[in-house]
């Protein structure tokens, strides 16, 4: 079984939301293989026989193509919406096998598109509610959640901010992402982050994202994107 995971890595909500489906995939099936069409080639890798699940993950941010040689059984778009006729062409190849998880809602067009959307709730979220519905919603998804949607006052927003240059200065693609909410869930590994049993995960990424907040304010520079 092959599926196709579309992302933007630019996108925070929507990397977090591809590691939450791998995290799935992995307690279902005991999954063994991801394989990234951003850095590999692929020539000779793609086995349509296997009976374990296979994801494939493309970067839309980068390249925009989706590869014509992949069959998969399954897509997934993260935070990502492709041109209105081909949603719809894809929605009717696979039926329920393609989702889509984002807060762009527009029911009168893709009201046929299984998954979740929600103008006021992150990428990544929406994917935790769809495959852990009935489990506590991790904190780091909440941090990465909130910071478009949910702060109501300057204050709140640059707090979440300062935790939004923290992930991002520790996630540079979806194994961080994958790393960072396993540790977000599993108190009792580090899985590479600094974390004691005086300072938490949200605690060391909270300290790291006012350093570098500090450094872009005194420096008068303007904020990366997140």
């Known amino acids: ?89 894809l929605t009717n190849k696979f039926l329920g096998q393609f989702l889509w998880f984002d807060r762009y809602d527009d029911t009168n067009t893709f009201n046929l598109v299984n998954g979740l959307r929600d103008e006021e709730i992150g990428t990544c979220e929406l994917v935790w509610h769809y495959y852990f519905k009935d489990k506590e919603v991790p904190e780091i998804i909440k941090l990465i959640g909130d910071y478009n949607y949910k702060y109501t006052s ?14 991002r200065s520790s996630v540079k693609n979806y194994k961080d992402a ?10 009792k590994q580090t899985y590479g982050f600094e974390i004691t049993e005086k300072s938490s995960l949200e605690d060391y990424l909270f300290k790291k994202g006012s350093i570098i907040y500090e450094y872009f304010l005194n420096c008068n520079i303007k904020q990366l994107s997140v």
């Open 178 to 187: 994958y790393n960072l909410l396993k540790a977000s869930i599993d108190k």
């Open 1 to 89: 079984m092959d599926i196709l995971c579309i992302y933007n890595s630019k996108d925070l909500s929507s990397l977090m939301g591809l590691a939450v489906f791998i995290l799935k995939m992995e307690e279902k099936f005991n999954l063994k293989s991801v394989i990234d069409f951003n850095v590999k080639n692929l020539d000779g890798e793609i086995n349509m026989n296997n009976p374990n699940p296979t994801i494939y993950i493309k970067d839309f941010s980068n390249n925009k193509m989706i590869p014509n040689y992949l069959e998969p059984e399954k897509i997934v778009l993260f935070g990502v919406v492709l041109p209105k006729s081909k949603m719809i062409r």
């Open 154 to 167: 300057k204050q709140k927003e640059i707090y979440l901010l300062k935790y939004q240059y923290g992930i």
